[in-house]
């Protein structure tokens, strides 16, 4: 529930206002779900939320803390489906550096991009807001294990939307969670520390301007709306000159929250969409958007029909970009002893959709019908 709900809520008990912030505080700031420990509320209003309200984080399926710091947790929500959370620190993290969380927002993803493992999987459903911000809940609550309310620290300092699933798809739910991130009674992150990564649904693109302010990230990964087409099949609803416009209109939206760029993400597939060529054609499309490009090494995974870009490789399309005048910074695989890297959620969890049977089975005949 969002803070106007929870007071709304209240009052419907004959409850002050107040107690929505007071309850908003026990669960996201010390961590507690127990409406007993709760110790400013009476204890007639306790029994009374015990009574007629839950507090659930999702249930952990899974969980793997990898030697770099990077954590994985599969969980199973509602339904028995399973969605992945990633939490990256930064390389030189201490204790209370940087850490970001990759937050899903749908249960597999419809738009099946090529590149992409959790678009094999298929769609399932979307998630509810509360298994959303559910899964920053558990992501904090694994640096307190058995610590008192009073020493209960929020140690995840990032949200990026660029889980499982297309966020502006689901998109009250994502953006009833984002409100939360941001609210100074939850979460109270910087309006710069949630990014709402999308692969250019463009109608909810002028939407997502005027209902919230968070930092955008798109999803290009190629220059052209030929390349675009295949990688990214949504492209073929929402072309380039859309998209792009979409974009501008974030950057220079006329309120004054003004956001100052747009991060562009661009996976380097080997031979695909990784030549001088295509590093120019990008230096064009974006030569009017403030933007900050990062490119991703391709994360490969099972049956992927694409490989990794070499480092040369990306290193001379990063020049490219930078010469042109565009902050361009190559994203560090993380996470690889786990499979946390992007592109691998759930993949080797669930993977029960008659599209990733489909895809398997192409695979296998064209592996077949290839010469030895
Ligand atoms: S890259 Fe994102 S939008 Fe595309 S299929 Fe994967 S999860 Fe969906």
């Known amino acids: 529930m969002s803070k106007g709900q929870l007071e709304t809520f209240f009052e419907s008990l004959g409850e002050k206002k107040f107690r929505a912030v007071q309850v908003m505080k026990w669960i996201y700031q010390f961590g507690v779900t127990d409406f007993y420990q709760m110790s400013n509320l009476s204890k007639k209003l306790q029994a009374i939320l015990d009574d007629k309200a839950c507090v659930v984080p999702p249930k952990v399926k899974f969980k793997q803390f990898s030697e770099d710091g990077t954590r994985k947790w599969v969980f199973e929500v509602a339904g028995g489906s399973l969605v992945e959370t990633v939490l990256i620190p930064a390389e030189d993290s201490k204790e209370f550096g940087r850490k970001t969380l990759c937050i899903s927002s749908q249960v597999g993803c419809a738009l099946d991009c090529s590149f992409c493992s959790t678009g094999k999987q298929g769609f399932e459903r979307d998630l509810t807001p509360a298994e959303i911000i559910g899964q920053l809940w558990v992501a904090n609550a694994s640096y307190n294990e058995g610590v008192s309310p009073n020493d209960y620290k929020n140690m995840v300092t990032n949200v990026v939307m660029m889980g499982m699933g297309e966020p502006l798809l689901n998109y009250e739910p994502v953006v009833a969670s984002m409100s939360l991130m941001l609210d100074d009674n939850a979460y109270g992150l910087s309006k710069r520390r949630v990014t709402l990564s999308t692969s250019g649904i463009v109608p909810k693109m002028y939407d997502l301007a ?6 955008l990230a798109i999803s290009l990964h190629a220059p052209n709306d030929e390349l675009r087409n295949e990688l990214v099949p949504i ?20 309120n004054p929250r003004h956001k100052k760029h747009i991060t562009i993400e661009y996976v380097m597939l080997n031979g695909v969409n990784d030549t001088d060529e295509h590093a120019y054609q990008l230096v064009h499309l974006l030569k009017d958007l403030p933007s900050k490009i990062n490119l991703i090494p391709f994360n490969p995974f099972p049956h992927a029909p694409y490989q990794r870009s070499s480092n040369n490789r990306i290193h001379a399309f990063s020049n490219i970009l930078n010469n042109a005048g565009f902050v361009c910074t190559v994203r560090q695989t993380r996470g690889d002893d786990i499979d946390a890297a992007c592109g691998q959620l759930v993949g080797q969890v669930a993977d029960r959709t008659r599209r990733a049977a489909k895809w398997q089975q192409s695979v296998a005949k064209r592996q077949q019908n290839q010469p030895s």
């Open 235 to 254: 492209n073929k609803k929402y072309p380039l000159a859309d998209l792009i416009r979409a974009a501008k209109a974030y950057v220079y939206d006329e």
């Open 210 to 215: 005027k209902d919230i302010d968070v930092a």
